[in-house]
């Protein structure tokens, strides 16, 4: 009698974690399908692609770019770089507060096994590496005397984006060795973006 009950307790014992392995499998196929459904909609727009231009074997796709701002007078209209930096500014604040906000709502979450736990303070440091050091080249490339910039880490890509009149070679280099010093990025996953 007691070999059947040691075995009907088992029986339940790994019904319960499979139970609970299927409930947590479902939930991430549920948010992963909402993820897909809410980029789907929000990409798809009115359904036509234009294609904004064409590849050039001869372009290295990794150096600065330049963007022009419109010009009054003979002037170069800079409020609306500084407007453009500022609500770049709160618009990465914003969604770095959203992805917070979410990694603390699953933390607090009963359910999660100590691994899943261990998964989320990971990620979560990684999200507060990044913030860190996101300030830490903006704040080199103002010390290098340019008067506003931008850096978005993303993983292994790193973006930045120059307040400035006009890149020199020497700069865009300068700019390039701080980036991959400072995140261990690859040069070919950088990009710098040219504001005047």
Known sequence: MKYCNKNSKEAIQVNMILGKRHIVLAALVLALGIAVYLNWSFSSGDGDFAVSGTLDEGKNYGDAQYVDAPEKGGEIETASTSQFFSEARVTRQKSRDEAVEALTQMFQDAELTDMQKAELAVK???????????????NMLKAKGFSDCLVYIDGDRVDAVIKTGGLLKEEVAQIKDILVEETGAAADDISITEAK
Do not use: H, P, Y
Not at 124 to 138: L, P, Q, Y
């Open 124 to 138: 979560a440091s990684a999200v507060a590496d990044a913030i860190e050091t996101e300030g830490k080249i903006e």
